[in-house]
């Protein structure tokens, strides 16, 4: 399953092998993938298949108990969300990740924050924080915005445009969206592909973990199914079509055997 | 199943791999609505509430009025200094536990570790007839240790620091009544005036300035710096954010690497720190330290810094506040001192501040909470 972006080019993130087990019970075995500068690889799994393990891999929240991560070839070993961001990786967590009684800004850069003078006098550079976050909210279409109010104060949309804005601003390589749970209107998915489609465009390797195959086949160029911690199937866009990824995704053959079943007991009435 | 955007532009096969990228770069996008702005009197409302200072201080201001017209003597400037006096080593604990509470944790043994160092310091000059500067290292090391055993035991249990300060404040507590009797036969260790360095040292802990017919000293000074020096850390530096971070989002913020442990044990070396402060500016002022059993004066640095609008689930609070709490504290003690009234009345009115610093904070919370689903 090669395709032409396949060749060539060394991966911006590449895992291989990755195992990471809670107690006795691995939450992710054997896991390898690829990302590549300028494509999306869209991962898709039922709930508790390792999805969110996967993404705390990437992000250097959780140590892989096996396996390595390389970026742009070179095994690298993440001891902190930081140092994860530091190497441009950055993550739109499922939770957004934002602190609601913390200042828009103070949430954009926390765990990032810049700094001028020397130690001990070191302080928070609060101008240009101000100044970057207003800037960076205005590329996802939040203009106006006050950055010393309360994140609380914030509608969901814009919750969720501050954690997008965040990530891009930080990802220099490699951008992982982790979709929220929480329900969203179809303007605030929008905000989401839309913000897959800018990284990629400006050659970002793009990571979008999502539970809906009809979003990720609109935006996706490979698509990562997980199964019990797993890897169940890679496929690239050219493989399947919108109904076979839906059908993969949502366990195969047994939803096929339950739409039989529904559709004769509707029928029998 | 509606697509907001459509299919084709979506497919588009223009792809530029430059790499690392600017995010200047990166085109503006997603829904462009502007922020409705407020009307100018609801914004100024919404700063002034968001002050968590901002309760104590009308408060203050509230209690101040009142006793000042019940008792005039409060307002002259020895009634000032009394008032001073009692709030500054309040003070000083005050703001270190209102950091403290920021960050989502509690010390019940700040006022212990007080009494502990204190003895510890004392026990040494006339014990063992060291000087009073190496005796004040010595108890500093100390604090930071029970500091430290705090902190790391609550980073590495996941045990709720009420529970884990409220056995450190026991362990304490017994032991250095028993260590001072065993020791120094009583309760109490005197005649530390006549050791060496004690004049420098009075000078640092101890000095006073008359103004007028009222005594101001130095631990007011010290106060004042205590609260300067974690507004600072609270409002202008990393490791302040890290305290709201880890208080008030504890998730988010292990999400996005903020080290919420090493920000926890940092901030219980600080209490700590405040305790030992607290100590020495009394055993330099009394020239000895009386051990003395009680579990009310623990509770009271937790107090002023609620009432000063420090939230009990972390996030939210100031050390300014904590100050401002000290102050209201201290004018309502000594207001119904010299109003005439039954002292303990203060109590009851020490809950009643409480109870009503707590609804206010509520109010505040919610407010901040409140936002609007789209």
Known sequence: ?269 | MTAPIEEASLSSSRRPTVLPVAPERLPAFGPAVPVVPRSPGRRLLDRVLARPGASALFGLLVVGLFFGLQSPGLLSSGGLATVLDVAAPLGIGAVAVGMLLVAGQFDLSIGVVAVTTSLVTALLVSELGLGIWPALLVSLAAALLIGAVNGLLVVSTGLPSFLVTLATFLVLQGSSLAVASAVAGSSRVTGLAGSSGWDSALAVFGATAQLGDGRFRISLVWWLLATALTTWLLWRTRFGNSVFASGGAGQAARELGVPVARTTVLLFLGTATAGWLIGTLGLVRLGGVQVDPALGAEIEFIVVAVIGGCLLTGGYGSTVGAALGALLYAVAREGILLAGWDPRWFQAFLGLLLLVALLANGLVRSRLRTAPRS
């Open chain 1, 1 to 269: 399953m090669s395709t032409a972006a396949d060749t060539g080019t060394t991966p911006a993130l590449e895992l291989r092998g990755v195992t990471v087990r809670y107690g006795s019970v691995p939450a992710l075995s054997r896991v390898s993938l690829a990302l590549r500068g300028g494509q999306v690889l869209c991962v898709l799994g039922e709930n508790g298949s390792g999805k969110s393990t996967l993404v705390a891999v990437l992000s250097g929240l959780q140590r892989p108990a096996e396996g390595e991560l390389l970026v742009d070839g070179r095994p690298v070993r993440f001891r902190s969300p930081q140092q994860a961001r530091a190497c441009g990786i950055a993550t739109v967590w499922q939770d957004l990740a934002i602190a609601p009684l913390m200042s828009v800004w103070r949430n954009f850069f926390l765990g990032a924050e810049p700094t001028r003078g020397t130690w001990p006098f070191r302080r928070l550079d609060v101008g240009r924080a101000e100044e970057v976050t207003a800037r960076a909210m205005a590329q996802v279409g939040v203009t106006g915005l006050d950055p010393g109010q309360a994140a609380s104060a914030l509608q969901a949309g814009e919750r969720q445009s501050l954690a997008i804005a965040r990530a891009l601003h930080f990802g220099a390589r490699v951008l992982v969206i982790d979709e929220p749970t929480a329900p969203m209107t179809v303007t605030q998915r929008a905000l989401v592909l839309q913000s897959v489609l800018a990284a990629r465009d400006s050659g970002l390797a793009v990571l979008f973990v999502t539970h809906s195959p009809q979003y990720a086949h609109l935006v996706g160029d490979r698509f990562l199914l997980l199964g019990d911690g797993r890897v169940a199937g890679d496929l690239t866009r050219e493989d399947v079509d919108v109904h076979d990824l839906t059908r993969l995704v949502a366990g195969g053959d047994e939803l096929s055997r339950l739409t039989d079943s529904l559709r004769e007991a509707h029928q029998r009435r």
